[in-house]
């Protein structure tokens, strides 16, 4: 009963929290509603039109066969000439003819002032010829409204519309739009339609286009949107009424169609689905009269453009380029059809009663299971919630929110979970006093946050890594010249800091340090993207490291002796090897049940060991297998192959490479390239080199042998012992030819 108690109280605080958010700050989370909505419009996907709107599309097509646009209004009154004999029911116009046409013979004589000596007959106007179609032909055209004084052709009075607009309620006209002018087509064409309509199209905050609206209050009247004028038109309403309540708009009654809007007289657009939905026929095909009359026959249809250089693409839910005259197609599809989109007048309660009852759904829910169902519980009450909003936003066309009660939902699971949060800090406690002993606390942190699978945590399993093993060169001297043990520890100290810092910033874990040497490896106990190249990235870094390690290892005087024997040697302080390796290797747990590690063990990590001990043998700061080799983008680095060879307690031979740095050096690397002289005469060699590996490989010796020698002569050669031994081999395989070469050398030692 405590328990209920807790879980209720904790439900009722909830749904007040977020009813009171909803109430006083309503449009604070409106794009994240509006986001939400257009995502149940994707997953509904496209529906069916009414088929009686059809687009005449300006596409490329057109402006590929009649010209660039604007085009000649010669041309339009043949497009406007074939639609209606086609039987057309109406005509619409989403582009406006601001301007005289560029094209008209009248203009053009006129431009040029030879009026006087051109013949009468030969003074054609294409804008005359225009007027007089559109006077003949069924056509309402269209206009914009302008909002910032900025038009260079704003006017100030708006077309005649053929019809009277009553305001009946409250009125509020203010809550319309309310353009500051009006930009119309020139006389001549807007004088001898029978109508007009605008075609502004607001968009949301976010850039896309939800709504439009159906009216704009302007100079004491009301005039109709395109959409809403071309319905009316065909429809023969002569009275068209606009409904106020104390909110504002209410709804447009258009005959014995009453369509819903929002309190500024916007319709919320019911779209169809993405860009061409509707029929779509190419302008240029009805100018050429090459079209299907059935297409066109008792149709509305809209002239307008889907073309990209034409700049009428809009953002809607489906779509981020979408034709803006298919906006005005889906408007008439939606009024036509009467499946309106609408936000009912009692929606703020409906909200109230979906945020209370979620609270104490998911609250109950989450208190009353275990861990492992929270997220079917957050799933299904999820689900189930959108699904219950597809249905009345679809079927009903009611427009709920959908932040607030998943706000609930998500918060309410949240705040459920952390009413048992001592439990489960309890459970953790207890797994770190049984594990604590065993495992890093990397691998720590790891279980801690898959607690739900504690079984099998550490049960050791096969699992691919990528695993590296670096040893400090010389380490012997390095031993002994220094002056104590502390000094030597300080000395490594300052190297392995480095390279583990590397190492872990290519998400690598660092296994354990055996002395001077370091294991590490990638893609455990998590999963690491790209392992092998990280490694092998990582490993680069290291070597650029060195470098300025050196340097202010030389800087230290607590390492002066060490320095000193170094360079007596003609050796730098600190001088590595790294051998890399990938494969299926064990990992897990492992020792004895007073003490164990998680580490991995297996053939691969074995091979990984002796490709760094061969480093010294190869004159080689970076060996890989071949495994490597073909799990990394080769274009990235300069290679070198070294050997195909089986390594002691091996049988499978494996290609060992060298990799001698990046093909293009980053520019934090400028100043530590890791080897000398230039990059061309690095590929100069390599190419020459492996031309004599050719020849090896195949047991033709004695011209590999006179390949190895020449390079062996080059002063300026990148690898002072792979020619030493290459040669060795060929001289020997020449006095004592090998029968069935194979090219596998077989190492006999670690080293």
């Given amino acids: 009963m405590k328990k209920f108690f807790i879980y209720f109280t904790l439900s009722l605080a909830i749904a007040v929290s977020s009813i009171s958010l909803y109430i006083f700050l309503p449009s604070t989370f409106e794009p994240f509603d509006n986001k939400l909505r257009d995502m149940l419009f994707i997953n509904r996907g496209v529906i069916e039109t009414t088929g009686n709107v059809i687009i005449i599309d300006i596409d490329e097509k057109s402006l590929a066969e ?38 008209s013979p ?21 804008d005359e010829i225009f007027g007089s179609i559109i006077a003949q032909t069924p056509t309402i055209l269209g206009y914009t409204f302008d909002f910032n004084n900025h038009s260079q052709y704003k006017d100030l009075e708006a077309p005649n519309i053929p019809a009277i607009f009553l305001e009946k309620g409250k009125k509020a006209r203010e809550y319309l739009l309310q353009p500051t002018g009006v930009i119309k087509n020139i006389p001549i064409i807007q004088n001898n339609s029978y109508s007009s309509g605008f075609f502004n199209a607001t968009p949301d905050a976010d850039g896309v286009i939800r709504s439009v609206p159906l009216a704009a209050s302007y100079d004491m009247g009301v005039y109709p949107s395109l959409a809403l004028e071309l319905v009316r038109a065909i429809k023969g309403v002569k009275k068209v009424s606009v409904l106020y309540d104390d909110l504002g708009v209410k709804n447009i009654k258009l005959g014995n169609i009453s369509i819903p809007t929002d309190k500024f007289g916007r319709i919320a657009v019911n779209f169809r689905g993405p860009g061409f939905t509707f029929k779509y026929i190419s302008a240029s095909d009805i100018i050429k009269g090459t079209f299907d009359q059935k297409d066109i026959q008792n149709k509305i249809a809209l002239i307008g453009t889907s073309a990209s250089g034409l700049l009428d693409l809009r953002n809607i839910p489906y779509d981020t380029l979408y034709p803006g005259v298919e906006v005005h197609a889906n408007v008439i599809d939606n009024i036509l059809h009467e499946d309106f989109l609408f936000i009912p007048p009692e929606a703020i309660l409906y909200n109230i009663i979906l945020i209370f009852f979620m609270s104490i759904l998911v609250v109950m829910s989450v208190g009353y299971s275990g861990a492992l169902l929270l997220p079917f519980i957050i799933i299904t009450l999820g689900l189930g919630f959108v699904y219950v909003i597809n249905y009345i936003l679809f079927t009903q066309g009611m427009i709920l929110n959908l932040f607030y009660p998943i706000f609930t939902l998500v918060s309410g699971a949240l705040l459920s979970v952390i009413v048992n949060y001592f439990l489960e800090t309890r459970q953790k406690n207890l797994i770190k006093g049984k594990f604590a002993s065993k495992v890093s606390p990397q691998v720590m942190e790891d279980i801690i946050k898959n607690a739900v699978n504690r079984d099998d945590a550490f ?29 030597l520890i300080e000395f490594l100290n300052e190297y392995m800091d480095e390279m583990t810092t590397i190492i872990m910033n290519y998400e690598g874990t660092v296994d354990k340090f055996i002395g001077d040497a370091i294991m590490s490896y990638w893609n455990a106990p998590v999963v690491v993207q790209n392992h092998v190249e990280k490694a092998v990235d990582a490993t680069l870094e290291q070597l650029h490291a060195v470098s300025p390690l050196n340097v202010k290892v030389k800087q230290d005087k607590r ?124 590929l100069e060699e390599l190419e020459y080199y492996h031309t004599g590996i050719e020849a090896y490989k195949n047991a033709k010796f004695e011209e590999a042998l006179k390949i190895f020698k020449e390079i062996e002569s080059w002063t300026n050669k990148t690898n002072k012992n792979i020619y030493k031994i290459y040669i060795q081999r060929c001289e020997h395989y020449i006095e004592e030819p090998p029968v069935d070469f194979n090219g596998v050398f077989a190492h006999k030692t670690k080293a």
């Avoid at 009248?106 to 294409?126: C, Q, R, T």
């Avoid at 380490?475 to 002056?483: L, Q, V, W």
């Avoid at 290797?585 to 074995?606: K, V």
């Fill in 106 to 126: 009248k203009k053009i004589i006129n431009d040029l002032g030879i009026a006087d000596i051109v013949p009468d007959d030969k003074e054609i106007d294409f």
């Fill in 459 to 487: 049960i050791a399993k096969e699992h691919e890594i990528t695993v590296t093993f670096s040893d400090v060169r010389n380490f012997t001297n390095i031993s002994e010249a220094a002056e104590d043990a502390q000094v």
């Fill in 559 to 682: 390492f002066k002796a060490i320095c000193n024997m170094s360079a007596k040697n003609g050796l730098e302080p600190l001088e590595i090897g790294i051998g890399i390796n990938v494969g299926k290797a064990i990992i897990g747990e492992m020792g004895s049940s007073g003490r164990s590690d998680y580490t991995a063990i297996g053939d691969p990590i074995n091979l990984g060991a002796r490709l760094e001990s061969l480093c010294k043998f190869y004159n080689s700061m970076c060996n890989i297998s071949s495994y490597v080799k073909i799990r990394i983008p080769n274009e990235k680095y300069i290679f070198r192959f070294l050997d195909l060879v089986t390594v002691k307690g091996q049988s499978v031979p494996v290609e060992i490479w060298q990799i001698h740095d990046y093909a293009e050096l980053p520019v934090k690397y400028k100043d530590s390239r890791l080897y000398d002289g230039a990059k061309e005469q690095l």
């Fill in 66 to 103: 009649i010209g660039q646009f604007p085009w000649s209004r010669d041309d339009l009154g043949t497009l406007l000439v074939h639609l209606t004999n086609a039987g057309v029911l109406a005509i619409g116009f989403d582009i406006m003819f601001p301007e005289p046409d560029g094209t």
